[in-house]
């Protein structure tokens, strides 16, 4: 299984950059598919993730307090693609933001797959 992310670069203090992160392989299902970061010299964060419906729930979503309002997690189920919306992005934001993802190649288990970072930088 491979993560492959695109989208990242450099935006100005307000602006707008939308990431999307592709799984490709052997995949049975897809159970999560999210966003971390990794600001320098600080610890990888989870920025949102979104948790695939099951037969008595939706989908879910989750953020991080520091990106609710701002940033929006969605997928694309048939492709396999999860994508992150960020808006009104503030300097904070400058970090290095790594695609997850939660696969089933069986029934039985699933293993975390991780995708390269890419570069976000938000200029003051």
């Known amino acids: 299984v491979q993560l492959q992310a695109f989208g990242g670069g450099t935006v100005p203090a307000g602006g707008f950059l939308r990431l999307s992160c592709a799984a490709s392989?052997?995949?049975?299902?897809?159970?999560?598919m999210g966003w971390f970061r990794q600001a320098p010299g600080k610890q990888r964060e989870l920025v949102a993730r979104?948790?695939?419906?099951?037969?008595?729930?939706?989908?879910?979503?989750d953020y991080a307090n520091s990106v609710k309002g701002r940033f929006t997690i969605s997928r694309d189920y048939a492709r396999n693609t999860v994508y992150l919306q960020m808006s009104s992005l503030k300097p904070e934001d400058t970090a290095v933001y790594y695609c997850?993802?939660?696969?089933?190649?069986?029934?039985?288990?699933?293993?975390?797959?991780w995708g390269r970072g890419t570069l976000v930088t938000v200029s003051s």
């Open positions: 997850n993802a939660q696969i089933s190649d069986n029934p039985w288990d699933e293993a975390h797959y």
């Open positions: 392989g052997s995949i049975l299902r897809v159970n999560a």
């Open positions: 979104a948790t695939s419906a099951t037969m008595l729930s939706g989908d879910s979503t």
